[in-house]
């Protein structure tokens, strides 16, 4: 079996293909995942999440899109946010 066929067999890269996510979109997934499970806690503000795949301020303002309204995270129903 090649490293192609054994990662397609992952449920996370199905979804990652099904959904078209890029790395940073499968970084903030991750951290939420991992803030809900560890800490109990199934809500993170956006810049918290934005702070996970930014590497200084004016990236992290450059970034807003991912988890804004039209982006694909909230678009294809996969985040939720409270405004």
Do not use: N, W
Not at 3 to 10: E, G, Q, T
Not at 42 to 52: D, T
Not at 55 to 70: A, C, H, I, Q, W
Request: proline share 2%.
């Amino acid at each position: 079996m090649t490293y192609r066929a054994v990662a397609d067999a992952f449920g996370l890269e199905k979804f990652r293909k099904q959904y078209q996510l890029g790395i940073e979109h499968q970084l903030i997934l991750m951290h939420l995942l991992f803030s809900e499970l560890v800490e109990g806690e199934p809500f993170i503000s956006a810049i918290e999440c934005l702070r996970v795949v930014s590497g200084t301020r004016r990236d992290l303002f450059g970034k807003r899109s991912l988890v804004g309204p039209r982006g694909r995270l909230r678009r294809e129903g996969i985040v939720q946010a409270m405004e």
